[in-house]
DNA sequence: GCCAGCCCTAGGCTTTCCCTATATCTCGGG
DNA sequence: CCCGAGATATAGGGAAAGCCTAGGGCTGGC
């Protein structure tokens, strides 16, 4: 079988016309190459050197192969950069799971973050929701990821919480904000709701059930859509009330639903933001680096932990 | 230290999503893949799969080497298809040592039986004269040859005469060609002669010595010049007389010499064609063929030995 | 909760790699 | 013409890598 270690003993002879030189320059000694040349010839069926007494003459299929052999080697060149870029983050990609609402408080921002330090690297925020994400981190595809968690329990996973955020009840009608929404008040009002998809795992959706277990009722959804834009846009026209994430609302109700407000739910409930991997992995340089920054800037707007 | 089996275990697995069917593709044991793989990554210094249960997942570092892994062994492959068809002939060069006043029989008509048979390859003829083939046989940039031998003595190598080829002498003054030209006439005569840097050697001149030697002269050369052509153009104009290749003449004389004859020497001299090649070496498929091609191209001109 | 699938580890056999020592050959010089 | 320097080939042995079988552990599906 033709091997690189062939490959590069040929072209060291080739260039010195000499074995015994190539033995030098490559460290062997002087049968080591000569074997090693003789097994390419073989493996080959051709003769490349004629040995004529003081040194070796290449053959013209020596003068045919040299330039592939050197393709081959620059190409496992190229190779061997292209992982240590990869390795020391210059380049390559960096595949970081986030859910949903996280995107709210670092999706951008964070991708920024990463790309003023790393300058050549791809960059990938995956993830829908946290469901999603962790069956990607499950599944292996993911190695690392910071999502919402409604409810803290996951099997395999190793969960590190490092952010609460709270959730805030929006509403375009003055009299539904005049005071903060208890349970009661919550079991009787008219929401629209995000995530439909998501709704059995949707962490703001775990948090309400919980909230209203004691009424032992449900939320009481009268509308439910995908995008959480959706649900504001509907807030603002009338006709439904909703409770998202305080910082969703902070940057959406200004934008999309400027004649609505917000008010805290009472008892006050939270989401918590948690970095996710799997509990046996080990991780890598670039995860370590996409769990600080995240971090740092969730950190900077949601409620450190 | 990187290899080509690491790569190909690398990218079957990553194909396959599995070290198991990896190795059944491949038809080695499940541990030999894995462990191919893992000193993959040792040598790297990256994890390239997540052993995740059931099966492994690439990593973002497996999605930057792979295309670079399949560049590599794409390159061996074209190393090795460059090399079988430098071996069938169909590509590649073809190397061939000749003589030059063999051209005039052999030259162009040589390169296009080869060029019909194997239109794909290069051909190089070199060798301005005998000495200097002989010189490149000897240091073994050439492996074979047709040369012109004067005197058939040569230190390690093997020489198989194939023909052989009248020398004439050529002469615009009818008078001298007469009859046939003896020893003492050419003698007298006032002759340019071609080749002048290999005047040693050059086997129409160690023909002629040998000739003369019984009148105990050298050949009375007026005038030395390198080309054969030049020789014929200044017997045309009468400035003197030459002895050349019969072969030479048929083929010089009617385009550079229009009013100039031959006619033989007497005793008739001859210049011997043979093929020439290092004694100890075992030829390659292309040698054999060129000797064969050029030999039989020869005896269509000059007289088979 | 069992079973099947997949990966890893362990141990041993075989091959390759690479070394030193030695033989053979060529070339150039006395 | 022989002899020494220089270059390659051969021989043999120790170290390392490759590869296999057997068995253990974990995961996921039924």
Redesign the interface.
């Known amino acids: 079988?033709?091997?690189?270690?062939q490959?590069t003993c040929f072209l060291t002879t080739y260039e010195h016309r000499s074995l015994t030189r190539a033995a030098e320059e490559l460290g062997y000694a002087q049968p080591s190459i000569s074997e090693q040349v003789r097994n390419l010839e073989k493996s080959?069926?051709?003769?490349l050197f004629?040995r004529?007494?003081r040194g070796?003459?290449p053959?013209?299929?020596a003068?045919?192969?040299r330039p592939?052999?050197e393709?081959?080697l620059a190409?496992?060149d190229?190779?061997?950069h292209?992982?240590a870029?990869?390795?020391s983050l210059e380049?390559?990609?960096?595949?970081f799971g986030m859910f949903g609402a996280a995107r709210f408080y670092a999706g951008a921002g964070l991708v920024a973050d990463v790309l003023g330090r790393y300058p050549g690297v791809r960059v990938e925020l995956v993830g829908q929701n946290s469901a999603d994400v962790a069956e990607h981190l499950?599944?292996?595809?993911l190695?690392a990821a910071m999502i919402a968690v409604g409810n803290l329990e996951s099997e395999g996973l190793a969960i590190t919480p490092v952010a609460r955020d709270e959730l805030v009840y929006i509403s375009a009608d003055p009299d539904r904000l005049a005071a903060p929404v208890t349970a009661h008040r919550l079991a009787q009002a008219s929401l629209v709701m995000a995530e439909t998809t998501w709704r059995q795992t949707d962490s703001t959706r775990v948090v309400l059930r919980r909230m209203l277990h004691d009424t032992g009722r449900n939320p009481p959804t009268r509308i439910e859509v995908e995008e959480i834009e959706t649900a504001v846009e509907l807030v603002e026209r009338g006709l439904a009330d909703s409770v998202i994430n305080k910082g969703a609302a902070l940057q959406l109700l200004p934008r999309l639903a400027p004649s609505a407000g917000w008010v805290p739910l009472r008892p006050r409930q939270y989401d918590t933001y948690a970095v996710v991997h799997?509990a046996d992995?080990t991780l890598?340089p670039?995860a370590r680096l996409m769990i600080a920054l995240a971090t740092e800037r969730i950190q900077t707007i949601a409620e450190p932990l």
Chains 1, 2 share one sequence.
């Open positions: 079988m033709l091997s690189l270690h490959l080959l069926g051709v003769q004629r004529v007494g070796v003459v053959t013209t299929v003068d045919t192969l592939h052999a393709k081959v190409a496992v190229e190779a061997e292209a992982v870029g990869a390795r380049t390559g990609t960096i595949r499950r599944r292996g595809h190695e799997r992995a890598s670039a």
